[in-house]
Nanobody
């Protein structure tokens, strides 16, 4: 079992930055790949970024490539998403996910954190 708790969401103007965090408890974070997904109003949940258990390989959705950075600190059992150059289309609830297979989510989800980007 893995319990995930996201934090760091909020309201930001277009062009601004936010850093999301996901604290993992239970099964050791370092044993699973992890990722971020998001869901905008009226849309399906979509893949954002993924990172391997060692942190040695990352993969991004085309829509965020070059703007977002996924990272992890296994000593702290924490996953991060640095979001730069935010745009209104990035507005969504962002979810942490564990034991994913790159773009295919695993069964472990956090409760989500709201990110709102104003124009």
């Amino acid at each position: 079992q893995v319990q995930l708790v996201e934090s760091g969401g909020g309201l930001v103007q277009a062009g601004g930055s936010l850093r999301l965090s996901c604290a993992a408890a239970g099964r050791t974070c370092s044993t699973v790949d992890m990722g971020w997904f998001r869901q905008a109003p009226g849309k399906e949940r979509e893949f954002v970024a993924s990172i391997t258990r060692s942190g040695g390989w990352t993969y991004y959705a085309d829509s965020v490539k070059g703007r977002f950075i996924i990272s992890r600190d296994n000593r702290k059992n924490t996953l991060y998403l640095q979001m730069n150059s935010l745009q209104p289309e990035d507005t969504a609830v962002y979810f942490c996910n564990a034991d994913n297979r790159v773009i295919r989510p695993g069964v472990y989800w956090g409760q989500g954190t709201q990110v709102t980007v104003s124009s």
